[in-house]
């Protein structure tokens, strides 16, 4: 039997994700019993161990273990979190949450599918208008999988940064490879394009390109996810580095109408006239139809009243038509 002291150090080794450890200690306890004339256990050990090493998936479990907030230079570059959000939090189309899901089951089965000599879909661009949901599907993914988000600062990386942020983005690209997560490249647009940012247009270039390669480069396990609400300035270049495109277009009648009875569900809303509300609501975003029935249900509290009514969240949609017409003339 192995002594107490190798238990203490396959335990030691597997909680600290110290792999070459556990590994090496269990060959130690394979030896052991082959000395003592067990053969038969001894070489099951070694098969055990040996079937253990050649799983794909071995690097990715212990790189997981050890994440905290990324440290130094990269803290301003990288934020990390934990999100708990599940892709039913969301109202989605069909076209949307089938390819989602498709998405989850492949990273799901990335073992099996990269024993086979194919890889799972891990390079996505999130295409669609704001407050439709691209950033929440960062978290969600993130949130299904188990494993960190990083979301990348771009405006930190150009604007802090100018003259290297390639070297920059290299290293965010490093830990890419190194730790296991969903990074989320928000707005991206600002490094797809020119944009905003003509006084150094040679930098920016670059920046793209270095992007580019090192997207097409990146053989890692984790998740690349690049969102836009431009998708009409990036170029075909950019587009078919990515193994998915996945357009977000504003909510239908049917997606309103959930958003408004998700958001409403803790006061109850009976008699309300749901396909008038939805009506009014078209050419809102997701996040602005949440807006305003959190506006409404504040409404209601701020001044006791202990029902919503039609009337109440017509008019907090209009303000919110109000206030995206403005933000449409202002950009
Ligand atoms: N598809 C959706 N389903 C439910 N809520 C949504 C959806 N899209 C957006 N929201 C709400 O709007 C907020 C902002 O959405 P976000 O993901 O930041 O949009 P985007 O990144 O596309 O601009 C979310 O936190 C959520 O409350
Ligand atoms: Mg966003």
């Known amino acids: 039997m192995a002594s107490a002291e190798q238990v203490k150090a396959l335990l030691k080794s597997h909680i600290t994700g110290d792999e070459s450890h556990f590994f090496s200690v269990a060959m130690q306890v394979a030896a052991h019993e082959a000395k003592l004339g067990h053969g038969k256990l001894a070489g099951e050990l070694k098969a055990l161990i040996d079937a253990a090493k050649a799983r794909p998936t071995s690097k990715i479990t212990s790189k997981t273990v050890p994440i905290s907030q990324p440290r130094g230079e990269l803290a301003d570059l990288l934020q990390a979190s934990y999100p708990q959000a599940r892709l039913s939090d969301m109202i989605l189309d069909e076209h949307v949450a089938m390819r ?55 405006d930190a990386l150009i604007t802090k940064y100018m003259g290297e942020t390639a070297a920059k983005l290299r290293q965010v690209f490093e830990t890419i490879s190194e730790v296991r997560g969903v990074y989320f490249f928000d707005e991206f647009d600002a490094i797809g394009s020119q944009r905003g940012l003509a006084n150094d247009v040679g930098e920016i270039r670059r920046v793209l390109n270095s992007f580019l390669q090192m997207l097409e480069q990146d053989q890692s396990h984790s998740l690349v996810i690049a969102a836009t609400n431009h998708p009409e300035i990036l170029d075909y270049a950019l587009f078919r580095r990515f193994d998915d495109m996945i357009q977000y277009g504003l909510p239908e009648p049917q997606q309103i109408i959930a958003v408004l009875k998700n958001r409403l569900a803790s006061f109850k809303p009976k008699r309300l006239s749901w396909i008038k509300l939805a009506e009014r609501a078209m050419g809102l975003s997701y996040a602005d139809i949440a807006r305003a029935a959190d506006d409404s249900l504040k409404d209601a509290i701020i001044h006791d009243r202990a029902v919503i009514t039609d009337a109440d969240i017509f008019r907090m949609l209009e303000e919110r038509k109000l206030i995206s017409k403005k933000l449409v003339i202002d950009t």
């Open 100 to 154: 989602l899901n498709r998405i989850i089951k492949e990273q799901q089965s990335h073992a099996k599918i990269r024993a086979h000599g194919l890889s799972p879909r891990r390079k996505l661009l999130l295409v669609g208008p704001p407050g439709t949901g691209k950033t929440l599907t960062a978290s969600a993914l993130a949130g299904e999988l188990g494993i960190p988000l990083f979301v990348v600062r771009l």
